[in-house]
């Protein structure tokens, strides 16, 4: 993953609930200044860490072994091009002329050459992908994070990051677009995007998991991480070096 823990990005719904062993979550309180809510977060990461064992994980598991690779691999590849609407509007809103060209491209190639985005020609022909999301759009406009939050189901995230998730299902298309099994798209495409993403960084959170003694801080730190590279759109953040 590159940056940090690349996938992370799409994890909200998996990543909080990552990690199998029950125990992980009970780890002694750490002392951090942006966490003023530790114990009710671990309370809700012990919750999340329960439904990943029990649904999230198993379901992601027999996805992989039932669902040959190419398969989930076009399945994968459509929903990426679902969300790339989201991507694009918060280009725009941070007048990042280049990458909302780049976003654009990608969605007329991959929806048109790449049969509904379901083959990743942009990809093949060098148009980068990336993600951007309205938590990311507030940060740049100077919006600070606030005290980190583990939400139920969703995961990391911190106040900044909850609106900007709230806002970025307003900019979906399909939030406002109805048809006749509308509904049913939109649950499945909800599941299937949980799914997804749990199957495809099964080996990375267990690996995670085994190499943390206290897999709630772990994952903590590599959240705040992810969000500052994605901030800086893969750049070395400057701003913030120690001072020797």
């Not at 823990?5 to 750490?30: D, M, V, Y």
């Not at 900007?164 to 995007?193: C, E, H, M, N």
């Amino acid at each position: 993953m590159a940056p940090l823990l690349r996938s992370l990005a799409a994890l909200f719904f998996a990543l909080g609930a990552a990690g199998c062993a029950t125990g992980s979550g009970r780890a002694s309180a750490t002392t951090d200044p942006n966490d003023p809510y530790e114990v009710q977060n671990r309370k809700v990461f012990e919750l999340n860490q329960s439904l990943d064992k029990h649904v999230a994980l198993p379901v992601a598991k027999f996805y992989v072994h039932a669902v040959p690779e190419p398969a989930r691999e076009g399945i994968h590849n459509f929903l990426v091009n679902l969300d790339v609407p989201v991507t694009f509007a918060n280009d725009v809103l941070q007048g990042e002329v280049k990458r909302a060209g780049q976003t654009l491209g990608r969605f007329t190639v991959n929806s048109t050459v790449g049969i509904g985005g379901l083959v990743d020609v942009a990809a093949k022909i060098g148009i980068p992908e990336h993600k951007a999301d309205f938590g990311e759009t507030l940060a740049v406009y100077g919006v600070g994070e606030g005290p980190y939050l583990v939400l139920p189901l969703l995961g990391p995230s911190n106040p900044r990051d909850a609106v900007g998730y709230g806002v970025d299902i307003a900019l979906d298309p399909s939030t406002w677009i109805t048809w006749r099994s509308s509904t049913y798209f939109k649950l499945g495409r909800g599941t299937l995007d949980l799914i997804d993403e749990r199957a495809r960084n099964i080996d990375t959170l267990n690996e995670i998991e085994r190499s943390s003694v206290d897999l709630y801080a772990t994952l903590r730190s590599l959240y705040r991480q992810h969000r500052q590279a994605e901030i800086n759109h893969g750049n070395a953040d400057i701003q913030n070096l120690p001072n020797f």
